[in-house]
């Protein structure tokens, strides 16, 4: 997209609208541009928009959305369209044809760079973020043990009373098999408007199907993060940037939401052969962790669950 519009609500509440050409916006100063970029969206169909600076090897600045409109006139097809919609396809087919499902975590992601490339990461920084974010308290940080239920029931599953998750207890002899998937497949499912964020399937978190949630309680876009729910989620959406020293990323779903990756960022970045900032912005997002409030409580925090690199994934877009 070579335009894009920015909606910012005003002091007196009401709701300012600006187009930007992608070569206007990429002048602006650097604090403009972190200021107004989670505020853009498609001037065609009105989905959230982000935009990547240019890169280092002559890649132009664009604008760019990944919740365009299916008929919308700035939506181009590609590959990796191709490819995420073919994932949505399958994710729904079980959704229809399984009664429940199980999250496979090991289960690598498809290679789709040159398999001779090798990733290249930037060295870990020492510099104390610049976010406005603050630091995660040691009281705040996430249990090394599952989510403990709170209330027992007669058919040997302990279960919580708004049966967000069950911890299955009974013997498994008989069960039938579960379909497994992987985070890659299920983000892309969740960025194509599949149902599996509303539906009643059951999905399991562990590969000894002890923990079980009801895939619209499990799952959970960043707009709808509740600190106060005090439960783990899969959280997904998109990326909207990261702070100057990569420490933190910024979800384009919510303004007001930061996951913190200092602490693993150098093992993540080469993960995902993730080389500069622009190779995050726009990128989509799921990890399985839980939300809390800063100790100020003006910023939601969301914490991946023991900082596990097996339960993130990131989906970056390809140039």
Known sequence: MLDAICELETEDHLTAR???SVFKFQQLSDDDIERLRQWLICPACGGKAYFRKASKDGKAACFGSRYHQADCIEFKPSAQKSREEQDAIE??????????LMIDFSRKPRRHSSANKAPTAPSAS?????????SISESSAI???PPVPVASSADGQVQESKTDYQVNTAARTTE???PSQGLEKLLHSLLRGTDLAKSD????TDTE???RWRAKNLFVNFADADPLDNKPHMYWGTISHTDPTMSWLNPADSKDIGI????????????????????LEGAGLILFGKCFWNKEKTRKIIQLWNNDLQRIFISKLED
Do not use: C, M, N
């Open 201 to 204: 399937l059951w999905v399991y």
């Open 91 to 100: 994710v729904h087919q079980q959704l229809v044809d399984a009664d429940a």
């Open 209 to 211: 199907r002890k923990y």
């Open 176 to 178: 039938k098999r579960v």
């Open 143 to 145: 249990s090394e043990s």
């Open 18 to 20: 600006t187009t930007y």
């Open 126 to 134: 020492k510099t104390a973020p610049t976010s406005k974010l603050s």
């Open 260 to 279: 913190p990756i200092d602490g693993i960022k150098q093992p993540l970045l080469a993960q995902f052969e993730i080389e500069d900032k622009r190779d």
